[in-house]
């Protein structure tokens, strides 16, 4: 699977995670969906301004959702003040998909593959999101960006063979 | 030829604009037309960023002139919303007498060319430059406006659903800076007279079509939509017919006809409250404020919690008379989600009332699970009660009305229900102690029921034995049966 199919699967899950998280544990009021998608755009558009390292955005971003999630599966309803508390982690775990675009756009031959496949990604990650929260619950919100940030991290077959810079 | 880094902003804030205005209308309009349970807003989702991906795809493939060319038959996809997917429908249910799997495509295709054409500017504008600091400049700007450009494109359609010609002159108006940016002075100005005309040809342009969709595709000979807004969570459509008098729809599925309303009030508020006279009841959900006036005649204090404040403006305009409400001195409306009210509010309650649409999309679902019940036996009195509809008769196991009394048995210690063939429903009471029989339940029967079923006790067990709760950890329900009610439906 190429690199940004696999950032837009982690992305979608977090992204989903967060609102299902956020209007089941807080509060279902189209503010909660404001707040979301605007931390989350905040989150990447200063990202855009940090094409350093992937590797410690994906695991900043992981972190942040880790303690938002663990927080939220502690308590199955809470006041909506937590909702304030709560976006910067949302915009931290965005800060990966604009340094990503940052990183590779502006050497790309054809920079419309990389959206699309990062778009077909994401596609794929909200439907897991809503799909794995609604059969297998909480724990798999938690859990499920573990595994495509493992996926994320690991060495891609370029990055292994001999000569090339590490991802 | 790059743009100006600032043409290339302003350009690909107004393609953020468009792009976020386009798919709240494409989710609202396709949410009405296919019915709102999540399985569809999950597949309309799923179809605008498929469309996103297929613009991509093709934006720096194409030249300019291909380019130029598709973005003016987009523009005049756009300036036909929503009229065109509304007679579409209608009319595709019209020759088939009923709806097929023709309707999806043909939804398919109209997504596409809403949404997909508005993906193309990004990777056409940033091919276009190709040294590699440059276009990370242009990527950083351009792409950030886009970013803000949707947002605030969202934001305009969200606060402008009460307004929907307003909205789609903003829209239009947006779609045409856009045109006279991109496609030169000419035919920006063409666009510009068309998306005119399509708002000066009204009937007003946001209603057209609509009453065609009630009258084919939801076979009401006659229908005529006579009030529709959208707030943030749903399209409100009151429509008058001869089957069904005046109705309250939401996002396409019907929630209350005015035939209705009393019997789903009787059992629900003015049965328990009858028997109880508590001294402090609140109301969650009942967006048309009906049961108010009569509840709070029964009650010491009443509360009522609704969401959605366009819902209550409805109802106060097509339900509910507010002359009955403005004498209320012991009422206090809340407008919020109710799981957030019971979880901050330090008061206990005689009697909770949970009049809410069954649970097709996750946002109702979490309010039908048994954290939820035990939310609502934490804020009850010792003997305060908790008056549930359970959006159908008893049926098998596996559906709705049996796996809310799952939930609710799992929580309460005392559940009574009944079954009522005048209402097409059953209603469920819990409590830890219920403080009235099923002979005194039996004996509130509404002056019409032809037949009542009380259950209680073993009975209740034996009837439910097999369900399973509806929990925050298991939602499956609200998939399954949207799944089934699609494809039921359309295939």
Known sequence: MPRPRRLGLHLGLLQFGYLLALQRGVSAAAVTYALVLGAWLLGSLIGLWLPGPQRRLVLLGLAAHLAAHAWLLAHDFVSPTWLVALLPAIATSALLGGGFFARVVPTATRTGPIFAAETDGFLAGMLLAVLGYAFLGRWFSLLAPLLTAALLLAPTRRSLSPGARPA | ?491
């Open chain 2, 1 to 491: 030829m790059p743009l100006s880094p600032r043409r290339l902003a302003l350009v690909l804030g107004l393609v953020g604009v468009g792009f976020g205005g386009a798919q709240q209308l494409l989710l609202r309009e396709f949410a009405a037309l296919l019915y709102g349970e999540e399985v569809v807003l999950l597949l309309v989702a799923c179809v605008a960023l498929a469309a996103a991906s297929l613009g991509y795809r093709l934006g720096d493939r194409w030249t300019p002139r291909t380019h130029a060319r598709l973005l003016l038959l987009a523009l005049l996809v756009q300036f036909a919303w929503p009229a065109a997917p509304r007679w579409s429908v209608a009319g595709l249910c019209l020759l088939r007498g009923g709806t097929g799997p023709e309707l999806l495509l043909v939804l398919l295709v109209f997504a596409f060319a809403l949404t997909s054409p508005f993906a193309v500017f990004l990777p056409a504008l940033l091919s276009s430059e190709t040294d590699p600091s440059r276009r990370l400049a242009a990527l950083r700007w351009g792409y950030g406006a886009e970013l803000l450009g949707f947002f605030l494109g969202s934001a305009l359609a969200l606060l402008l659903g009460t307004e929907p010609q307003m909205r789609l002159a903003v829209h239009f108006t947006g779609l045409a800076a856009l045109a006279c940016l991109v496609l030169g002075r000419a035919r920006g100005l063409a666009c510009t007279a068309l998306a005119g005309l399509a708002l000066a040809l009204g009937p007003p342009l946001a209603a057209a079509g609509a009453d065609a969709v009630y009258q084919h595709k939801h076979r009401l000979p006659g229908a005529r939509v006579i009030a529709s807004a959208d707030s943030p969570y749903q399209r409100i459509d009151i429509v008058d017919s001869a089957r069904r008098g005046r109705a309250l729809y939401l996002d396409g599925l019907r929630d209350l006809d005015t035939g209705e309303l009393d019997i789903l009030n009787h059992y629900l508020g003015r049965v328990p409250a009858r028997l109880l006279h508590p001294a402090r009841a609140v109301v969650l959900g009942n967006g048309t404020l009906s049961l108010v006036p009569e509840l709070a005649a029964l009650s010491g204090h009443l509360h009522s919690v609704e969401l959605d404040p366009i819902v209550v403006a409805a109802g106060t305009r097509f339900f509910t008379d507010p002359a009955a409400l403005a004498d209320l001195r012991n009422w206090q409306l809340h407008l919020a989600d109710g799981k957030t009210f019971l979880a901050a509010t330090d008061l206990r309650f005689d009697l909770i009332v949970v009049d809410l649409p069954s649970p097709l999309t996750l946002g109702e679902a979490y309010l039908h699970t048994r954290e939820f019940y035990a939310l609502c036996r934490a804020r009850l009195t010792p003997s305060g009660v908790l008056a549930v509809q359970l959006s159908g008769r008893i049926g098998a196991p596996t559906r709705t009305p049996a796996r809310l009394l799952a939930s609710l048995r799992a929580e309460f210690p005392d559940v009574m229900v009944l079954d009522s063939e005048l209402g097409d429903r059953a209603f469920a009471y819990a409590s830890d102690a219920l403080p009235f029989t099923p002979a005194a339940l039996r004996s509130m029967a509404h002056p019409d029921e032809q037949s009542l079923e009380i259950l209680h006790g073993q009975t209740l067990t034996d009837r439910i034995a097999e369900a399973v709760p509806l929990t925050l950890d298991d939602l499956d329900l609200v998939l399954r049966r949207g799944a089934e009610r699609l494809l039921d439906r359309h295939l």
